[in-house]
Every structure is written in structure tokens, then in C-alpha cells.
């Protein structure tokens, strides 16, 4: 399930956000996790099965738009759905209020996200 970021995930969180490409400088790391946390237009989630915190997927919010900024499985975990998963229930979580697009760093993915649901619908 989905569940919002707090301060003590924030080392998780790092780890996570580090498997961006644009995401390798640990002090533009830092930045990032610090915008998260003190930016009210930034938002953060985290994907937490059972105990453990295995995917993580940040936005931000602007005039009816919430940017896909980050989108992150743990490697042991990918490959069975999850970060799709993630962004179909960031998606309920928005309704109608924001609509959910992706920027430069997380268009390929988002646009495979959808793509799948497409061939989903139509089967
Ligand atoms: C992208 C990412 C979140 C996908 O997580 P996941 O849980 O494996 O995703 P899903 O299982 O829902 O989908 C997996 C599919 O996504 C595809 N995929 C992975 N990375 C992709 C990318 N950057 N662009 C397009 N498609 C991608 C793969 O083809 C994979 O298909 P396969 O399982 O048939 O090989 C994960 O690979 C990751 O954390 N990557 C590092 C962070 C990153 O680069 N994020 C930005 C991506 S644009």
C-alpha cells in the first residue's frame, strides 16, 4: 500500500530516490529528500508491503497538474508489477483534483504504465 513519507523513512527514502538516473550526487540527494520534506508543493510516498518499504514515487503539484518527479522499485522487487502498481494507486489517490504527468526523467516508464493498461482494457 501507498502511505505518505515521514522524517523516519528519510534513509529508506534516500536509498530508493539514489536508483534515479538524475539521482547519483548524494548532495543533489540531500537536496531532494530536504525539498520533500519542507516544500508543501512536493509530495512523497512510499510503498510498503508487509514490513518492508520496497518502492517509493514522488510529485510536484501545481494548478491541477501533479508532475511525476521520481519513480523507484528496489531492485529485488522489480519486474512483478510494482512500480505500475504504485502509479495506478497514486492515480485513485489524485481522483479528479490533480492529473497525474510525467516530466523527462520519468516519461519512459510512465508512458509504459500506460500502454500496459491500454492492452489490458482492450483484452
Ligand atoms: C522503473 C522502475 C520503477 C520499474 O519498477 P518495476 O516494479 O520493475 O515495474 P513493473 O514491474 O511495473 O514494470 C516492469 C517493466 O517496466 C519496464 N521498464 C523498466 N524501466 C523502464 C524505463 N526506464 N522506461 C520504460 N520502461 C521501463 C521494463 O520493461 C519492465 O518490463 P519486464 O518486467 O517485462 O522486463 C524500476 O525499474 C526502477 O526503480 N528503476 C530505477 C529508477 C528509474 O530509473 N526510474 C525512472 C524510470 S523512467
Redesign the pocket.
Known sequence: MLIRYKRSYEKIAMGLLS???NEKDLKKLQQTIKQYETEDDQQLFLWKEEEDIIGIIGLKMSDGVAELQH???NPS????????IMVEALKRILKEEYMLKAND?????FE?CDQVETDSEQE
Not at 77 to 84: A, E, T, Y
Open positions: 536508483f534515479m538516473p519513480v523507484s522499485v522487487h522489480r519486474h512483478q508489477g510494482i512500480g505500475r526523467e520519468t516519461r519512459s516508464f509504459r
